[in-house]
């Protein structure tokens, strides 16, 4: 998810393209996004955490992503560029400003889009929020997937609600040991490869991206 997330909406993102409700994030958002995302720059986690996080997983050789292991002494966005599946997220990371807060001491928890999430998106969509104009618009929506703090798949409960960098919640929905997450109104995103432990964080791959309500 400064290296992978930070500020304002995926509103208005290339009029007309987006009438989805990507306009869900107003300008409101954007005050929030910036003070959440400020205050990520306070450290918060340590190796003793990311320690115990990755004996709670038993996989201390890292959690394998597009054949590659995901090394739990590596950050955040050094884990991510090293996946093939979510090239994309991490252009976006970069576009954003992001890259570096991601990169920090977190700790944080990254829901993370695929390629094949992004492609979801309207045609030039994605494009759109590339643009250098729309940097705040597009971190709006990148730290709608980012909580702070250190949560790995056995904290999430079915019906919890998590506070997001930009201010809003995400809901959290198991269904047969399936972990979902969503704004509660859109088909909920998937995770597909969970606990990929970082040494600023933990990550969750997911199949969509997942969008703020309009308010």
Known sequence: MHQFLRSSTLALLAAGTLSLGLTACGDSNTEKADASVDSMDTPMGDTTAMMADDARMGKPEGV???GVAMLPTNNIVQNAVMASSVTTLVKAVQAAGLDGTLSGPGPFTVFAPTNAAFD???NGAVAG???PESKDKLAAVLTYHVIQGRLVA???KDGQE???VNGEKLKVT???GVVMVGNGKDAPATV???DVISSNGVTHVIDTVILPLEK
């Open 64 to 66: 394998m992503v597009d």
């Open 162 to 164: 998590l506070t997001t």
């Open 120 to 122: 979801k998106l309207p």
């Open 129 to 131: 929020l590339l643009k």
């Open 174 to 176: 198991i269904k047969d």
């Open 192 to 194: 597909q490869v969970a």
């Open 154 to 156: 056995q904290d999430l």
